[in-house]
């Protein structure tokens, strides 16, 4: 098993930033891709970024290229979410997930392990 634990969200003003946490713990295998997704009200959960084992390989949702940036400390067994220029659509509860098979994927079904998320607001 692994567990998830974000930190980080919190209240924002529009054109502010954020950085989000995620600290992995428990059975993890070797090389495994770290991502992060959210959800609005009423929505599905949607992909924002995610990260290779050695960080060479990131991905990012359209719609938040340019003002988000993904990272990783191996060491530390922790992913981050640097969000800036954030505006009141990016709301939502933001999870972070663990895929084993060390492929970097958009796909929440494609995600083994999920944390219990993180609360951005983002007034305008």
């Known amino acids: 098993q692994v567990q998830l634990l974000e930190s980080g969200g919190g209240l924002v003003q529009a054109g502010g930033s954020l950085r989000l946490s995620c600290a992995a713990s428990g059975r993890t295998s070797s090389r495994y891709t770290m991502g992060w997704f959210r959800q609005a009200p009423g929505k599905e959960r949607d992909f924002v970024a995610a990260?290779?084992?050695?960080?060479?390989?990131?991905r990012y949702a359209d719609s938040v290229k340019g003002r988000f940036t993904i990272s990783r400390d191996n060491a530390k067994n922790t992913v981050y979410l640097q969000m800036n220029s954030l505006k009141p659509e990016d709301t939502a509860v933001y999870y972070c997930a663990v895929d084993q098979t060390g492929l970097v994927l958009t796909t929440p079904s494609e995600y083994e392990y999920w944390g219990q998320g993180t609360q951005v607001t983002v007034s305008s």
């Open positions: 990260i290779s084992w050695s960080g060479v390989t990131t």
